[in-house]
């Protein structure tokens, strides 16, 4: 059975999302220069920011 089209998503995950996925936002902090491999915990991550740019 298949979705009708106008439940079916155009860009799939083109859309803004302000909600991160862990790798996402570790990446975030990366680029920012505020993570470091072994001292930083995957738990308790900071809050990132995710600002549309249009």
């Not at 439940?7 to 902090?29: D, M, P, Q, T």
């Not at 220069?33 to 809050?47: A, C, I, M, Q």
Request: no cysteine; charged share 30%; aromatic share 8%.
């Amino acid at each position: 059975m298949s979705i009708h089209g106008s439940y079916a998503s155009k860009g799939g995950f083109s859309a803004h999302r302000n909600v991160l996925s862990r790798s996402e936002r570790i990446e975030r902090l990366k680029a920012d220069e505020r993570w470091t491999e072994g001292k930083n915990s995957v738990f308790n991550l900071p809050k990132v920011r995710n600002i549309k740019v249009s």
